[in-house]
């Protein structure tokens, strides 16, 4: 499975931001597909996560209600819509592969990051 991320840039604080994250390879469809961030000085930590198949999400509580995962199917890709984004969003955001989790051992396919950055 090969992951590419890519939308990262600069915004302003409660603008919005879109990152996508084209998948290729044999039985993509069957991962869950999710994406994690890594802020400076902090490790990386879960965002959202959704099936390809019936599209059933997960998000961390610190990004409810503001960031919304979509999928692709035709197109193979997986989207994340930011909204009202703050300060405290700018990180390197990871697209990944894997399990219904929130836990990074749980996908096993990792894009590389796109950065984002939220300016006050």
């Known amino acids: 499975v090969q992951l590419q991320a890519s939308g990262g840039g600069l915004v302003q604080a409660g603008g919005p931001l879109s990152l996508s994250c084209a998948a290729s390879?044999?039985?993509?469809?069957?991962?869950?597909m999710g994406w994690f961030r890594r802020a400076p000085g902090k490790e990386r930590e879960f965002v959202a996560s959704?099936?390809?198949?019936?599209?059933?999400?997960m998000y961390a509580d610190s990004v409810k209600g503001r960031f919304t995962i979509s999928r692709d199917n035709a197109k193979n890709t997986v989207n994340l819509r930011m909204d009202r984004m703050k300060p405290e969003d700018t990180a390197a955001y990871y697209c990944?592969?894997?399990?219904?989790?929130?836990?990074?051992?749980?996908?096993?396919?990792w894009g590389q990051g796109t950065q984002v950055t939220v300016s006050s």
């Open positions: 990944a592969a894997g399990t219904w989790s929130q836990r990074q051992d749980g996908y096993p396919y």
């Open positions: 390879g044999r039985s993509v469809s069957t991962y869950v």
């Open positions: 959704i099936t390809w198949r019936g599209g059933s999400t």
